[in-house]
């Protein structure tokens, strides 16, 4: 989704006066070549969209927001999954990186994707680092597609401990997709050398679609896995769709965070049958508000 071809397209999206309902709309055009169908949604980007658009997302918005969401992980499950916050800074000149331990992760509190990971005390270019970090800070999420679960998440940033597992040359995420409160699906995120990722179902059987490479080797259901399951529908509770993402390091769960629009609505499916299979999944709410029906 990050294309220089598909930013220059957002950009100009962001400057044309649209409606919610309309940018996303020709957002998914431009992605997956077709028009949003928001009446009768029917695949799993329709149905992420139409969440966005119908329903109470915004009631989500302390989850998504990666330093808020602790308080409700220490609810629901408690302390021990979560890892260690060094330090919580509304101003990138508040940080003080020479006492940054050796090893930790600089993240965002209000969107996706943007972090970046110290190692053996070292930023690739720590003003490059600084100044990207500004960058992230006059960032409003929810204007670079309309996720409204954004919306009213004040900008921060966070310094966590970094999670590596010492018996792995790289990471391993695993991520819940929880429909309905359910984990029907879980995406394994591979980061080594290359970023690749695996899919598979509640039975740890391969499901063959992916939107990028497949990852290094098929890997065995790790023997926490239904402790991941119960952690994650516990918190996906009552909630239409969440993503919820775990990573295993050293015979050890950690929460990471929680996702309600993975790209955005916008996702690619390689085969893209995949598009309606997961959306069969997802049960919508039953109705859209009066007020929801005027975004048409």
Request: net charge positive; aromatic share 14%; charged share 30%.
């Amino acid at each position: 989704m990050h294309s220089k071809g598909y930013n220059l397209v957002k950009k100009l999206f962001n400057l044309l006066p649209l409606t919610d309902f309309q940018n996303i709309s020709l957002r998914h055009l431009y992605r997956l070549g077709r028009l949003p169908d928001l009446k009768n949604p029917k695949t799993f980007n329709e149905k992420i969209l139409w969440l966005n658009l119908f329903s109470e997302i915004e009631k989500y918005s302390m989850l998504a927001d990666k330093y808020a969401v602790r308080e409700f992980v220490n609810e629901k499950i408690g302390t021990k999954y979560l890892k260690k916050i060094l330090g919580v800074y509304r101003r990138v000149d508040d940080i003080q990186f020479e006492d940054l331990p050796d090893n930790c992760v600089l993240k965002a509190t209000h969107g996706s994707g943007m972090l970046v990971f110290c190692r053996d005390k070292k930023f690739e270019n720590q003003d490059t680092v600084k100044k990207e970090m500004k960058e992230w800070l006059k960032t409003d999420y929810y204007k670079l597609y309309r996720e409204r679960v954004y919306k009213d998440i004040p900008p921060g940033i966070i310094c966590e401990e970094l999670i590596e597992d010492k018996n792995l040359n790289g990471i391993i995420e695993y991520k819940f997709l929880c429909f309905n409160g359910r984990v029907k699906i879980i995406n394994v995120v591979f980061f080594y050398d290359i970023y690749a990722e695996d899919y598979y179902d509640r039975e740890w059987n391969f499901l063959p679609f992916s939107d990028f490479r497949h990852g290094p080797t098929r890997i065995e259901k790790p023997k926490e896995f239904e402790e991941m399951v119960r952690i994650s529908e516990t918190l996906a509770k009552d909630i239409p769709f969440v993503r919820v993402d775990l990573m295993l390091a050293n015979s050890k769960i950690y929460f990471g965070e929680m996702t309600f629009s993975p790209a955005a609505g916008f996702g690619k499916f390689i085969p893209k049958e995949w598009d309606s299979i997961l959306g069969s999944y997802l049960e919508l709410p039953a109705e859209k508000s009066d007020s929801n029906k005027k975004s048409y």
